[in-house]
């Protein structure tokens, strides 16, 4: 994923990057053009990128920081025609928005997946093919069930998608150090540390952490007719 902001800068790193075998390269919006300029410049560095490595394909990310840069529904189906673009990392968190993007990318190799919970099932009913957010580093099983079932089992597709969206909630809780921690609950023999700078878990975040770990569970038991929810 691209994280410089000068177009020579970033192929360069694109380049290196490619080097390494990967089968795409993932173009972050909010780095091919300040937040005061125009799409047009977005769609020049575009270009300036795909004509300098000719051999990469990508995705996008529509990543909220420093600043959230959305695409147009033109964009991307120039993005989508080039035939070089897979993926896009949707953050417009609007219905409205999925679905016409939706629309523009029919038919073609450029593929939506949703980042925000809250309309998740929603937006599988107008068309993405998945979920790429923060909260699958919590309970990637929920998402997983509910990738593979929203149509096939709605009561059940309903019900979870509440118990997500008020969960995703606890992602602006010290993430990615309660990520870190839920993991531990899991099995996993890790660490705390984390490259950003955040606080230590307290208390009361270990406790929340652990109780959404006790309600995943409630959950999975729940998707697997093992336990009845009231």
Known sequence: MSIADSADAQIEENKRISDTGIDAFVMVSNRLAAESDNEDVVKRKIEMILESVPDVN?????????YKRLVSSQLLSWLADTNRFYFLKDTCCDLQMIKERVAAVKGKSLKIYNANTATLLDSYNVGINGFSGVMANFHPQLYTWLHHNWNKEMGKSRMLQSFLT?????????????????LHLEGLDNELKTRTPHHEMNELGKRITKELNLMTKVFEDYLLDKKVLH
């Open 58 to 66: 990508f995705g996008l990310y529509e990543c909220p920081f420093p």
């Open 166 to 182: 008020i969960s995703s909630l606890y992602e602006l809780e010290n993430y990615p150090t309660n990520a870190k921690l839920y």
